[in-house]
Structures are given as C-alpha cells and as structure tokens.
C-alpha cells in the first residue's frame, strides 16, 4: 500500500497569494463598478525589452530549419549563456566565478526549492522572519522541520532570525547555531539591503560554523546605493561557503519568459563532497535545460542593446518605489524598502493586523497590497507594496492613499 | 556543520551519454576523417513544425506590448492549453480526465524525476530492467534505496522486472508486491508496446494492492497498431490507481523547447489524501509555471494545421524505425521495437556485451548506438538504436551496417 509524504500535511491552509487573490475577487464581484490597484503581487507589467524580442524571434527562426534546430540543451546551460553571465555579473565585479560554475534553470523560484534536496535531512535551517514563502515550505517538505506551531504561527526546528524595525530589518546572528542560512538582499518582502562589511560577518560566521549560506540576490539590479553588494561573493571567503541563487524575472521582466540560474563555487565542500558534484547530478537527474529561445534571450540581457533598454525599465520600476516610498512617507507612515528594492514595507498605522489593514485598504482606497504576516509571524504590523505596477496606476494607488 | 544528502553518493559513476559522448569525441578525435552517423541519443533533429513556428512567433510579439503581456502562468498551466490537452489526448479516447487534473510543467523529464517526492521514503519501487534511469536515480537520491550492488549491477531494495526476449520484453507481475511501479509504454529502450488487455491486468493488480502506477506515454504518439493504449486511463479503473507523464518533446519536436504534463486523477486518493492535492502543493511552490510563449506553442500542437504537419513528422521518424528494424532483419540481426516506437532493440551478434558491440559498431561502421546494459543489467547483449535522426543519415548507417 502507497504511503504519502506526510511532511506534506504539515503545511497550513493555502499560498499568501491564492488568499489574496479570492479576497480581491469577491470585493470585486461585489463591487463590479470599482477600479482596484494591485500593487500585491510581484509581478511585472512592462513589456519585454526590444533586444529581447529580437533574440526571440530569431532564435525561434533558428528553430524552423534542420541546420539549426536546437534539441537537448547541454545540462548546465549554454556556454553562450554562461559565459555572458560570469562576465558580467561576476567579472565585472571583481568576483571570481566561472562559467562552470553556473547552472542555468527555469527559474529562481525552482532553484530556490530544489537547492535543499542535495542536503542531508537532519540540518538545522534558518530564515527571515518575514521571509519569502518557498524557503521554509520546501523544507518542511523534505522533513528537515517539525510540526507548525499554530501558537507562534511558524515551524518547530525552524530558526527564525527576526528582522524588525528595532533591527532595521536585518537578522542578527542567530544563538543557535545553524546549518543552512537562506538570506535575501535586498530582501523580500521587507525591499531591506543590507551592506558589504554587514553581509562579511554572515560569510564568516558560516566559515567558522561550516555553515552553508542560500544566498538570493534576485532583486539585485534594483541596488542604488555604493555600499550594497550586488553578489555575496563580493565578500571575501564567499566561495568556501555561499550558494548565490539569481533571476531574470525582476531584471528583465521575464516571469512569464522563465530564466534563473545557480551558483555554487567548486571550493564549496563539506563532508569532502563538493557541492557542485552535488547539484550538477541533481540538474543533470531531474532536469532537461531551459529553452534555447529562452537562453537566447537571456543573452540577449547583457547585450549593449539590452543592457541600456534594461536599465530604463528598472528605473521605472524604481520611479514607481520612489513614488509610493515618499507619497506614503507624506501621508504619515512608517516606511523602508524601495531604495535599493522594488518593495516597500510600512507599518500599519493604529497598530491594525495586516489583513486588517489589507481589507482597509481594499474597502477604502480599492488598493491591493501583501500583509506582512503573510510572510512570517514577524511580519505582523506590517504591508508589503510593489513597484512593479504601470506609473499611472502606482501614482492614482498613491493619490487614494494619501486621501484616506 | 552542514551534511551532505548521502543518497547522492550511492549513484555510480556518470550519466550514461556523458560516457558515450566521450567515446566518441575521442573516437573523432583519433579519427578526424570519418563521418559518424549518430543515432544513439534519443534527440530529435526535424525542426519544428511550421503552425508552432507561427504560434512563437505571434506569442512573442505579444510579449512585446504592455496589453498583451503575460507575467507568471497560472500555477497548473493555463487554461486554453489544458484545455486542448483534456480534449485531443483523453476526451477523443475516451478518457475521463478533465481539464483541472493535467498539471503543465517544463517537461517529462522533470516530472519523472519529481514525481516521486509527493511519496513516503518508507514506499518499495518496482521499475522494468532494462529502464529509463531518470526513475531509479531519483529514488536513490530520495532514500527510497539501499546501496548500489555492483555485482548484480541493481540497488538494493528495489524491485527489477526483467523484461527479455522470452517475456516479449514485457514485465511481469513481481513475486514481491510494490508500492509505486514505473511503466513506460511504448518502451524506451527496448521499444515494446503494451496491449489493452495486458495494461488492464497492471491497472487491476495496482488496485487490489494498494500501489500507484507512473505511467510514461511519453511515445505515445508513435503508436501504430489499434489494440496499444495511448493512454493508462483507457484502462478501466485506472482513475484510482495512475499518475501519467506525458512529453511534448518526441510528438512535436519540443526536446529544446521543454513542455510536458502530468495528469493526477481526483479520485487517486491514498492513506485518506488526495494526490492531486500533493503535487498542486509540490507545483505551486517548487514550479513557477512553463513559459507562456512555450505553452502556446503547446496549444499549435492541437491545432488542425499543428496535427496534420506532426503527423507527417512522426511519419518521417518511423520511415526511419523501418528501415533500421528492416536492414537489421536483413542483416541477420535479432530486433523488436520500431513498430509502434522510435526504438529499435537489437540482440547483439555472437553473445557480445553491450559495451564491446557499441565499440565495434563504432569502429567498424562508425555508426553510435546506445548500450542496453546502460539501461540495466537485463539490458546486457542488447542495443539501442534511434529513429531520430535524418532519413539519409539513417539509410547511410544501415548500409554500413549490413556491409560488416
């Protein structure tokens, strides 16, 4: 007789986002006549950059003859394709990288799960608090976590590392000693960066520790300030203990096109294994490549073309943070976020829940945020907002806020 | 510290085509001259049909503008191609799957491999021997395992069904009874079909014991004779029992595109739990959904132009399946499959091992082919050849062949 993975059961209730989502649609079912801004989820909006639809086109051109139709992807990705990223993401920033270092996937989102299964079961895993969902849920489906504390609303065998105001929305060092150390900078939901010299002391506290470091940097080309590291292995001793996870998604507007990719440092062993063994048999077992087109137009996002209509979309994106950074700043709140992140994150006022707070906002002014308790129990008190809407809608999302 | 996940080190030695790659690549090398015919991989080579060229092409433009725009697909794939899928693959086969049980994911590939974590470790695995190894490694890496046993070439703990010239190359029901059985029909290696009637009596033996079926259709569309499934779910009571792994990648030539489904019937419910329910969790947090631009390429496929330009395109590969079932007929040679699959299965002459007639094959008519004991020990003294490659170079390798 079959048996489940019972590791599954432990998760509660449904995805932040399907809640949201059914809120949003019976608000709206009953209110057929009202225009709602979502600023919730953080999807794009822009459409993708010319040099990528050129690279598309051509590349599915390529795909209409026999000379050069493209089958079976190489497992770790495209030389083209890695070798444009070990340049200029690594390279050009002083890091030591190399092309064969670089796994080229489907996205951060897979990665970000699947990096836990080359992992033994009995490691000890610390998060944010908040933190980006995937993390933690992933590991609760492995068994690397006990039951969920229906009290303190998170995992038993879990550490949380708290980020709040008091702390600027950075962890501390946590008491217990950890195994795993998933950090985000800048940081999602909280859009919090974090500096060069603070990220060192993560890189050697996981040196000292053998500590592993799942290191997210999918937000990394919203960075406007000097001292922000784009890569961890921007720090020195980065290569003996950080795995650096990347996406396409929030750089190139490519949720819906799909393209991350995956560093691990062949200096990274532990237990004499190296992990890049570890997870090259991991992406070679389960794992068939991503689209030829799809790295073509991965490509195609370090091409001059590219890189110059790229950095204009990001800056729409961060005109749209600026503008609800300071348009909630004059209406009163708390703010943080949105100056090296396309997230801000405020402070309910009147001390209201979250979803308190997602339903005042959704009643009154007919905008759609995130609340913060929908990414930890940490996050309670607090409402996430994206940039990544169109500047009209974030400009009249703003204008209500203001008016309420 | 952290530990390593220690299943990973019980998988032996490479992938088996990285190993005949470097064979061969070293066998160019010593011998810059000869022209290699390839038809050892089971990629193909036809390019891409043109209704999915046009479906390409126009998705990408709609990729292009703000209004036509898609960020992330829906968590199971969007609706217009699960749709098509519910009504082309099962509704016109009589198969009672709706559109909300097919789960759209990058390939089969992944879902062969992924499959299994929805399980308890506690759960005995049976596979075919010879198999496709995508299923047996990732049970090892999941601890569904014992070690590898060298001597006879297995894992201990798992269930080997011998498939050999004196059982059809069909399994038989084990004496040990499982809990998960992989079946794949069509075959690959060894290219046999299952009847109706004999995938009936799996589907009863799954049902009066509790286990679950994965069943790969990936060759379904190379079917030729009326009484060969397309599809586990024409069986009856199939619902309760099977999980089916259909691939866009030998019907439409999407090996370098990646789209694949898995189907997971509601009523496939096991220690009180609806699988369906497991893997939506496991999708949803672990998937961000296939491209959109693949996913309507996937819809061209159903298209009336789609299925009438696929269908000369299978036709091209079996062209090719005869003629490599026929030459070797001629030339003496012992071979099934290339009926209703694009594999071809050979005995090797004169009790050769796989390995030394892939090296005389190589040498003597620089033709590659694929090892059965690659597949398995039972695989031992036989050979894989594949209908993938082109009509001339497929011809060309027979002619050398029966020229030995």
Not at 71 to 98: H, M, V
Not at 233 to 246: D, H, M, Q, V
């Amino acid at each position: 007789m079959v048996t489940v993975n019972k590791n599954y059961l432990k998760l509660p209730g449904s995805y932040l986002f399907s809640t949201i989502a059914k809120k949003v649609a019976a608000y709206q079912e009953a209110n057929p006549d009202v225009q709602i801004v979502r600023l919730g989820i953080g999807d794009v909006t822009q459409p993708l950059a010319p040099a990528i639809i050129d690279a598309l086109h051509k590349s599915v051109d390529e795909m209409a003859h026999a000379e050069t139709f493209h089958g079976y992807a190489p497992d770790l990705g495209y030389e083209f394709l890695r070798s444009a990223i070990a340049k200029n993401d690594y390279e050009a920033r002083g890091c030591q990288i190399s092309a064969d270092e670089i796994f080229v996937s489907d996205g951060a989102k897979s990665d970000s799960g699947n990096i836990q299964e080359i992992f033994g079961t009995e490691n000890k895993v610390a998060v944010c608090d908040p933190v980006y969902p995937v993390y933690v849920d992933t590991n609760v489906m492995a068994g690397r976590t006990g039951d969920y504390n229906k009290k303190n609303e998170n995992f038993d065998g879990v550490i949380y590392m708290p980020c709040l105001e008091s702390n600027g929305f950075l962890p501390e060092l946590p008491v217990e000693t950890p195994d795993l150390i998933y950090l985000c900078f800048p940081n999602n939901p909280s859009g919090a960066a974090i500096t060069k010299d603070k990220l060192q002391e993560w890189v050697d506290y996981a040196n000292e520790n053998g500590s592993v470091i799942i290191y997210d940097a999918a937000y990394e080309a919203y960075i406007t300030e000097e001292n922000v590291p784009h890569s961890i292995y921007e720090c020195e001793g980065a290569r003996t203990c950080a795995i650096e996870l990347r996406s396409f998604s929030k750089n190139a507007g490519f949720t819906g096109v799909r393209l991350g990719f995956t560093v691990v440092p062949k200096d990274l062993v532990r237990e004499g294994v190296a992990l890049h063994d570890l997870w090259a048999r991991r992406h070679g077992t389960k794992f068939n490549g991503a689209p030829y087109i799809v790295q073509r137009a991965g490509e195609a996002v370090y091409s001059p073309e590219g890189k110059a209509q790229l950095k204009e979309q990001v800056a729409y994106y961060m005109r749209n943070a600026h503008t609800i950074y300071n348009g909630l700043k004059e209406a009163g709140y708390s703010v943080s976020g949105g100056v090296n992140a396309p997230y801000i994150w405020l402070k309910t006022p009147n001390n209201m829940s979250s979803w308190d707070f997602f339903d005042y906002l959704l009643e009154n002014a007919h905008v759609v945020g995130t609340p913060g308790s929908g990414f930890g129990a940490h996050g309670e008190g607090f409402f996430r907002l994206t940039a990544f809407g169109s500047y009209e809608n974030t400009q009249e999302a703003l204008r209500r806020i203001k008016a309420l």
